[in-house]
């Protein structure tokens, strides 16, 4: 899609891009969307700080699918929410179909394409696993 940059940046919590959780949206977050990818990651460690923007594109260009959200969560500033999910390397991302955390974690490429396409496999089938690359 051609100008995904126009409203760079988009601010936080805008419908579409990536959403910050913290205690008080994460429930809500994840009763509202079917999908909810979420990328645990530390404000100290390179590899977070290396994917955040190519995260926040995925969830730009993610924006127009219904009942996909694409959330972050700072493991400093909520240490809570990573303990709750058992994150302790960053970045770390994982799914919750329904509310209920998927056993596998995303291990693509960290790339804008590699993390939709994953996504867009997800939301196609939601029963079969995922096969391998064609």
Same mark, same amino acid.
């Given at each position: 899609?051609?100008?995904?940059?126009?409203?760079?940046?988009?601010?936080?919590?805008?419908?579409?891009?990536?959403?910050? #959780?913290?205690?008080?949206? *994460?429930?809500?977050?994840?009763?509202?969307?079917?999908?909810?990818?979420?990328?645990?990651?530390a404000?100290?460690?390179?590899?977070?700080?290396?994917l955040?923007?190519?995260?926040?594109?995925?969830?730009?260009?993610?924006?127009?699918?219904?009942?996909?959200? #694409?959330?972050?969560?700072?493991?400093?500033?909520h240490?809570d929410?990573?303990?709750?999910?058992?994150?302790?390397?960053?970045?770390?991302?994982?799914?919750?179909?329904?509310?209920? #955390?998927?056993?596998?974690?995303?291990?693509?490429?960290?790339?804008?394409?590699?993390?939709?396409?994953?996504?867009?496999? *997800?939301?196609?089938?939601?029963?079969?696993?995922?096969?391998g690359?064609?």
């Amino acid at each position: 899609s051609s100008g995904i940059n126009a409203e760079w940046p988009l601010r936080p919590g805008v419908a579409g891009s990536m959403v910050n #959780l913290d205690p008080n949206n *994460l429930d809500q977050i994840i009763k509202d969307n079917p999908l909810v990818m979420i990328n645990f990651s530390a404000g100290w460690c390179r590899y977070s700080q290396a994917l955040k923007p190519i995260y926040e594109k995925a969830a730009d260009s993610l924006a127009s699918v219904q009942g996909v959200k #694409l959330a972050y969560a700072d493991c400093v500033a909520h240490n809570d929410i990573c303990s709750k999910y058992r994150v302790s390397k960053y970045p770390t991302m994982k799914f919750l179909r329904s509310g209920e #955390l998927m056993k596998s974690e995303y291990r693509g490429q960290r790339s804008v394409e590699g993390i939709t396409e994953h996504i867009n496999k *997800l939301m196609e089938d939601p029963v079969k696993q995922l096969h391998g690359d064609e």
